[in-house]
């Protein structure tokens, strides 16, 4: 499993598309470093918050969580730079994302915060310069920043750094109900630069990440998911207060639910494996919001590779041959509308398997 540990709700910046920092969590509610002891072998862990660094327990966690899987990855805004680096001199083999929404003026006045993309980045440089490897930033797109996401990527590029993407949303992590894009053309056509600029790399990771950006094209258009939500199956969430939930992009006037709390168990397995767990797992396969998240997406991605792998194999084809990429959605395209078939197919095989 994929786990993302939301270590706090505190954070020092003031983004608009996010109203964790109206709603923070005292510190001496948060989860006590010693209870992630209970956390299960996992494949990657996420910290993430909040800001993960207003912690000062930080690297009291970060040990811990050493010993639950090989990769970690820290989301910040890099505000506190000073408290960044002084973790990865100690632990150079972490991974870190910093938040960067657009170039300079856009980047701080979104994320509420003036210097905040210039600290970021040279937060980032930093490290890079301290031979950290696996560093770079993301970019959450809203209505006015899309233009600002192909020049993000262009920089990412040219620093050898990884680059995120994802698309404003609603849920309860957020504090936010009225997250909507309405410049869809806009936005849908600088995704589709996006993608077809993936596709011109070498790496097969990017071509993965343009399937990625395909399925937030579809996001933002309301419709179906391109792959089936297995959120509290192949990934979980912990918040700040130790309860155990399928995702963060649930929303209360929808549905909201947690498996049980971290807390009130000396084991994972007793929430993880509870008549509780299989009514949620239930609750997400009839979910209607068809969130397309990376960290609901990316492992059934892994899980089910037979319809990305064709869609990545085509467009890669078309890019080498200079053809237009094939970008339609599903229910655009007459020749996508066996998606939902081939995917169905592949799961009971897998399930058969078993």
């Known amino acids: 499993m994929d786990a993302s540990i939301i270590v706090t709700y505190r954070c020092p910046m003031r983004c608009k598309m996010c109203n964790i920092w109206a709603n923070p969590t005292k510190q001496e509610e948060e989860l006590k470093p010693e209870e992630y002891k209970k956390l299960p072998q996992c494949n990657a862990i996420n910290v993430t918050g909040g800001e993960p660094f207003v912690r000062d327990d930080l690297e009291e966690i970060i040990k811990i969580l050493r010993t639950k899987t ?78 600002d996401m192909l020049n993000l990527y262009l920089l990412a590029k040219e620093l050898n750094m990884q680059f995120a993407t994802a698309a404003f949303h609603n849920s309860f992590y957020f504090h936010k109900n009225d997250n909507k894009i309405t410049n869809l053309d806009e936005v849908e056509n600088n995704f589709k630069t996006l993608i077809e600029k993936l596709f011109k790399e070498k790496s097969p990771k990017s071509w993965a990440r343009a399937y990625f950006n395909y399925g937030l094209i579809n996001y933002i258009h309301g419709n179906k998911r391109l792959l089936p939500c297995e959120a509290g199956t192949e990934n979980f969430f912990i918040d700040p207060f130790g309860r155990v939930l399928p995702c963060n992009g649930m929303e209360e006037n929808i549905w909201f639910d947690s498996f049980g709390n971290i807390k009130d168990v000396q084991n994972f397995d007793e929430i993880w494996h509870s008549e509780k767990a299989d009514k949620i797992r239930e609750a997400v396969r009839n979910c209607k919001k068809n969130c397309w998240m990376i960290g609901t997406a990316s492992p059934v991605i ?53």
């Open 70 to 147: 090989k990769r970690i990855v820290i989301s910040s805004s890099g505000y506190f730079d000073d408290r960044v680096i002084a973790l990865f001199k100690k632990y150079p083999d972490l991974g870190i994302r910093i938040s960067i929404e657009g170039l300079s003026q856009k980047n701080d006045d979104l994320r509420g915060r003036p210097g905040g993309f210039d600290k970021g980045l040279k937060t980032l440089l930093k490290l890079r310069e301290m031979g950290v490897k696996d560093i770079g930033f993301g970019c959450t797109v809203s209505n006015n920043n899309s233009d």
């Open 302 to 354: 892994k899980k089910y590779p037979m319809e990305p792998g064709k869609w990545i194999l085509k467009n890669k084809l078309r890019s080498l041959c200079g053809k237009p990429l094939c970008l339609d959605l599903p229910e655009r395209c007459e020749n996508c509308q066996k998606v939902v078939h081939t995917i169905s197919d592949e799961k009971e095989i897998k399930e058969e398997g078993k």
